[in-house]
């Protein structure tokens, strides 16, 4: 055989190993991530830090956190052209449940999650499905645009040494970056209009399903649907900023402004990739490496991190379990 024919063979048997390897290459980078946090960390400061916690702040972050839940909801429903009476519930549901996933899974399927429990509770009605999934698409590219509008306003904000290392490459990579989003968004429909008719004719594809979800999608590009919907993201984006500000002030920490708000798009960039359960290593190295340069002593981002951790990945869990649990116990017959 001669080394030409081996080649394919060679490649996929190296695209195999690598699909092997890779969600431990993943794992292997969430520990190292978790390592460099929390080296040599004073946890009896940090111990004691959370154990000063003032409760009402704290309640006040989870309140926070909570009503930016309910807000992405019902901008989820908005986009997707479900009115809250009677999917507020169903959609709070599938949001959840997904976000529960998305923490417990070694990978981002939470977005199918919430499809699919979607799908289940509006009983196989497709045209809800594909609304829903259009309009999930477009929420995360309102959130990517969001990180990326956060990190141009807190460039001129930035601590000198950290904006000497960072202006050279964050500002570009962040237009271009933005001009890639936006674009996507009236390029994808484009693009599919050339193939469709290729899939069609040529490989006899059944591309309705396909072409409903586009049919959405482009739906969703008007004023009338994005203007509320990036109104919404807004005072997402606010509010969670708002979240990291009182966690730092129920422990009692120094309420840095941008450090709260690089720490926000820090972490919302770090767990894009999702490379471990529970996202322990990312979360806590990008929580803390956005109030390093503010003063901040270790112990003190350390508490930080962890509380707001706790604070975001608890209450979907909980609210999650809570869904997957009430229909069995209401099927238990009394004692």
């Not at 045209?127 to 309102?142: D, N, P």
């Not at 904006?163 to 890639?180: E, F, M, T």
């Not at 649907?225 to 993201?233: D, Q």
């Amino acid at each position: 055989m001669s080394s030409k024919s081996t080649h394919p063979l060679a490649r996929w048997t190296l695209a195999v190993n690598l699909k092997r390897i890779w969600p431990f290459l993943r794992l292997a980078l969430g520990v190292l991530l978790l390592i460099l946090a929390l080296e040599q960390i004073d946890w009896q400061a940090v111990g004691s830090a959370v154990m000063q916690v003032s409760p009402g702040w704290l309640l006040l972050a989870l309140a926070s956190f909570l009503i930016t839940q309910l807000i992405k909801i019902m901008r989820w429903g908005w986009l997707a052209g479900l009115p809250p009476r009677p999917w507020l519930g169903r959609l709070s549901a599938a949001f959840f449940t997904g976000q529960a996933a998305n923490i417990l899974l070694p990978v981002r399927g939470g977005e199918v999650v919430r499809l699919g429990w979607l799908s289940a509770s509006a009983k196989g009605e497709s045209a809800i499905t594909v609304s829903a999934g259009a309009a999930l698409v477009l929420e995360k590219y309102l959130d990517m645009l969001a990180l990326l509008i956060l990190l141009a306003l807190l460039l001129p904000v930035l601590p000198a040494e950290l904006l000497a290392r960072a202006q050279n490459w964050l500002l570009p990579l962040g237009i271009a970056a933005s001009i890639l989003i936006l674009g996507s968004l009236w390029l994808i429909p484009l693009l599919w209009r050339m193939i469709r008719p290729v899939l069609q004719v040529r490989f006899g594809w059944n591309t309705s399903h396909v072409e409903s979800w586009m049919e959405r999608l482009s739906a969703l590009r008007s004023a009338r649907a994005l203007l509320p919907s990036a109104a919404a993201t807004l005072l997402i984006w606010l509010i969670m900023w708002l979240t990291n500000l009182l966690v730092l002030r129920s422990l009692h920490l120094p309420v840095t402004l941008p450090g709260a708000a690089l720490s926000l798009a820090l972490i919302y960039a770090g767990l894009i990739p999702a490379v471990m359960p529970g996202n322990f290593g990312p979360f806590y190295f990008f929580a803390m490496l956005g109030l390093a340069p503010y003063g901040i002593s270790t112990g003190g981002q350390a508490a930080f991190a962890i509380l707001l951790h706790a604070l975001v990945t608890l209450p979907p869990l909980l609210i999650s379990g809570g869904l997957l649990l009430a229909p069995r116990l209401g099927k238990r017959d009394p004692a």
